[in-house]
């Protein structure tokens, strides 16, 4: 059994360095922290280290390393002392299927973002398109958010023009979220191919997508004009998921 104490361990601060995203990208490495969320990464096989507090019992079917209250603190962002801490590995994602589509540009708060990947694989879809101007899904933030459904669906980060020109070169139907010169979403007879694109929390989808789009559509409210864009994902992703 493996028991680290030093906070000057090498591989301490490698992990540490984790919670940086320039160090994320360089190592192709993150931070999970919640058992559930070891359990999903077990299953997805993307863990790659298990690190256990001293004196807690290994729950789980593969061997980890053992480190102090200390160690724990430091790589951790909660505020209660962790009993496991995971690191996976970051894998470059694929559609396998392409029928249900969800674009983010620019979506830069953690948690929408994290609230958004679980709603889309709550509902079946098949991959979160994000620009290169959004959170970072491995943020623990995000990573909090999501609950585990990063590891349950394709996630692809680019120029959001290369998300468009895939979904025109594939025939999948653009459907942009604006509420001016657009229709109300209960009016949308959703093709059987489509990709639904959600826009920056204060500025929404810019101009240059918009023109892109195929149609575009509107939310009806009675009293307020905007919805924050996970709870707008969330009923357009409802709609369109049953009603196609």
Same mark, same amino acid.
């Given at each position: 059994?493996?028991?680290?104490?030093?906070?000057?361990?090498?591989?301490?601060?490698?992990?540490?360095?984790?919670?940086?995203?320039?160090?994320?990208?360089?190592?192709?490495?993150?931070?999970?922290?919640?058992?559930?969320?070891?359990?999903?990464?077990?299953?997805?096989?993307?863990?790659?280290?298990?690190?256990?507090?001293?004196?807690?019992?290994?729950?789980?079917?593969?061997?980890?390393?053992?480190?102090?209250?200390?160690?724990?603190?430091?790589?951790?962002?909660?505020?209660?002392?962790?009993?496991?801490?995971?690191?996976?590995?970051?894998?470059?994602?694929?559609?396998?299927?392409?029928?249900?589509?969800?674009?983010?540009?620019?979506?830069?708060?953690?948690?929408?973002?994290?609230?958004?990947? *679980?709603? @889309?694989?709550? $509902? #079946?879809?098949? !991959?979160?398109?994000? =620009?290169?101007?959004?959170?970072?899904?491995? +943020?623990?933030?995000?990573?909090?958010?999501?609950?585990?459904?990063?590891?349950?669906?394709?996630?692809?980060?680019?120029?959001?023009?290369?998300?468009?020109?895939?979904?025109?070169?594939?025939?999948?139907?653009?459907?942009?979220?604006?509420?001016?010169?657009?229709?109300?979403?209960?009016?949308?007879?959703?093709?059987? *191919?489509? @990709?639904?694109? $959600? #826009?920056?929390? !204060?500025?929404?989808? =810019?101009?240059?997508?918009?023109?892109?789009? +195929?149609?575009?559509?509107?939310?009806?409210?009675?009293?307020?004009?905007?919805?924050?864009?996970?709870?707008?994902?969330?009923?357009?992703?409802?709609?369109?998921?049953?009603?196609?």
């Amino acid at each position: 059994m493996e028991i680290i104490r030093s906070l000057e361990n090498s591989r301490i601060k490698l992990y540490s360095s984790l919670k940086m995203k320039k160090y994320r990208d360089k190592n192709r490495l993150f931070i999970i922290e919640e058992k559930h969320l070891i359990q999903e990464a077990l299953k997805a096989e993307r863990l790659k280290q298990l690190i256990i507090r001293e004196g807690v019992e290994n729950e789980f079917t593969v061997e980890g390393i053992y480190v102090s209250d200390d160690i724990m603190r430091k790589l951790s962002e909660n505020n209660s002392l962790n009993d496991y801490i995971g690191i996976c590995e970051i894998k470059q994602s694929s559609l396998k299927n392409d029928k249900r589509l969800i674009i983010l540009e620019d979506v830069q708060d953690p948690g929408n973002v994290g609230t958004i990947v *679980r709603t @889309a694989c709550c $509902f #079946g879809y098949d !991959g979160i398109l994000l =620009s290169n101007k959004c959170a970072d899904i491995y +943020n623990s933030k995000t990573i909090a958010a999501c609950q585990g459904a990063l590891f349950s669906i394709a996630i692809i980060r680019d120029d959001i023009k290369n998300h468009l020109d895939y979904c025109k070169s594939h025939g999948i139907t653009l459907y942009g979220t604006s509420l001016k010169e657009s229709n109300y979403l209960s009016a949308i007879k959703p093709d059987k *191919r489509y @990709a639904l694109i $959600f #826009g920056n929390e !204060g500025q929404g989808i =810019s101009a240059e997508t918009l023109a892109r789009c +195929n149609h575009n559509f509107k939310i009806e409210m009675d009293s307020f004009d905007s919805l924050n864009v996970a709870n707008a994902m969330a009923i357009a992703s409802y709609y369109f998921r049953y009603h196609g």
